[in-house]
């Protein structure tokens, strides 16, 4: 197979299925999948992306039971995976019965960064620029509407960078991007402002781009649940002592970073869905969560403590760089529908949320690991998945599914039996 085609994009949509159809060999089935699109489907999809050939849907699910800072909000989530809606559905139950997610959420600052190289004097260099800072945020000021909505560049700071190809210069300009994600704002001011740094350090720019570690855009979101509500009817342990298993779980995280990475994939579990439904960048989102629960050691985006009663105090902070306006979100019906089920009017109260969708996920996954673990649900669900797969009908699905968890043999081939029996 030759995966070379050469001028790929420039071809229609069909043309370009035949050649990629025609170089694998892609089946009669694989074909009709990837033209069950509709023409205003493909047409939109021609515009987000570049090489389409076709599209592809994800369920679009609802999280209910959310309470944030006393509003109800109801929680678009766009996934594969339906134990994430129901674990970020259940622990803002949890949450709920103690009044909810209350939050706090920085101003919407995003920062561009400068790469400057070959600078004979940096230290000297960073003191020029500093003192030129009113004249670059200026010029970056120059650039776009944020400043008439309010934003705008509102910062500029220098710092020497040690490297293995020795000392650079990063500049960050620090900028309000009010209700968008900020990403096309803040490149267009690092690119206008590059060739005065250059001028002013006697170096070169190289990079001019936003960075992702938006640790000035942070939200958080805490909640507390009694020990009662932790306890299900089948629970192994009461809910003090499950209070205390989610507390020992987090402080494994806190000591282990191959424990911090599962728990923090947890609460991305709920962020990314988030993102998905409303077309936000969900790689932004992941890089920078990563990167900040890395700034002194890998660990866990949120953190749990109990009381002298018994209670789980929960809480998140994480850097949320999202946007209501602009891109893909306004874009696409299908996400401005999900914005409009949200609720939220500005992209502080959206971060909320994400932070506050976080913190649910990760709560409910604790909560099944610190009781019966996380297959028992998980399991549940995946075998409706397997059901279907194995071509049960919609009114087998779930005795099929409910068999295989009874048996604790949840796959294909027994979904196969199964289903033989029930309709002979």
């Known amino acids: 197979m030759d995966s070379r085609i050469s001028g790929f994009y420039e071809h229609s949509l069909a043309e370009r299925l035949d050649a990629v159809a025609e170089r694998c060999d892609l089946s009669a089935e694989g074909r009709e999948a990837l033209t069950a699109g509709t023409d205003d489907e ?8 570049e090489n389409v050939v076709g599209t592809i849907d994800y369920p679009l699910s609802v999280a209910t039971n ?42 919407p600052r ?8 070959d ?83 006697g170096g070169e720019a190289v990079l001019r781009v936003l960075s992702n570690l938006a640790d000035r855009r942070l939200a958080r979101a805490r909640c507390t649940v009694a020990p009662e509500t932790l306890a299900g009817e089948d629970s192994e342990y009461t809910g003090r002592e499950i209070a205390a298993r989610i507390a020992d779980a987090w402080a494994f995280a806190a000591g282990d970073p191959y424990r911090a990475a599962t728990h923090n994939k947890g ?7 988030l993102a998905t439904a409303t077309m936000n960048d969900s790689r932004a989102l992941e890089a920078g969560a990563h990167a900040f629960a890395a700034r002194g050691g890998y660990g866990p985006l949120t953190t749990y403590e109990t009381d002298a009663d018994g209670n789980l105090s929960c809480a998140i902070e994480v850097p949320v760089q999202v946007g209501t306006v602009g891109g893909a979100t306004r874009a696409h ?43 028992a649900g998980h ?14 009908p919609e009114g087998l699905v779930d005795e099929v599914a409910a068999r295989m968890v009874a048996e604790d043999d949840v796959r294909a081939g027994r979904a196969r039996e199964l289903l033989a029996k029930l309709t002979e």
């Open 333 to 375: 019906p299908t996400a401005r529908a999900a914005m409009e089920l949200t609720g939220v009017e500005s992209a502080s109260e959206f971060a909320a949320l994400f932070a506050a969708v976080g913190l649910a996920e990760n709560l409910a996954s604790l909560r099944a690991l610190a009781d019966e673990g996380i297959q």
């Open 42 to 49: 493909t047409d939109l999809a021609e515009r987000l992306s």
């Open 110 to 117: 995003m920062l561009g960064q400068v790469q400057l190289t």
């Open 267 to 273: 609460v991305m579990n709920g962020m990314d869905a």
């Open 119 to 201: 600078i004979p004097d940096p230290r000297a260099a960073r003191a020029r620029i500093l003192e030129h800072a009113d004249e670059i945020r200026e010029k970056a000021n120059d650039q776009g509407v944020l400043v008439s909505h309010g934003g705008g560049c509102e910062d500029v700071t220098v710092r020497v960078v040690e490297t293995p190809r020795g000392e650079m210069l990063a500049v960050h300009l620090v900028v309000d991007v009010r209700d968008a994600m900020g990403a096309n704002a803040v490149n267009t001011m690092v690119e206008a402002v590059a060739p005065r740094l250059e001028a002013l350090s």
């Open 379 to 392: 399991m549940k669900l995946h075998a409706k998945n397997v059901a279907a797969e194995a071509g049960a």
């Open 66 to 107: 959310f309470r944030v800072d006393g509003e109800d909000r109801f929680v678009p989530m766009a996934t594969e995976e339906s134990s994430v809606v129901a674990a970020a559905a259940h622990g803002a139950k949890l949450a709920r019965e103690a009044g909810g997610f209350h939050t706090s959420v920085s101003e």
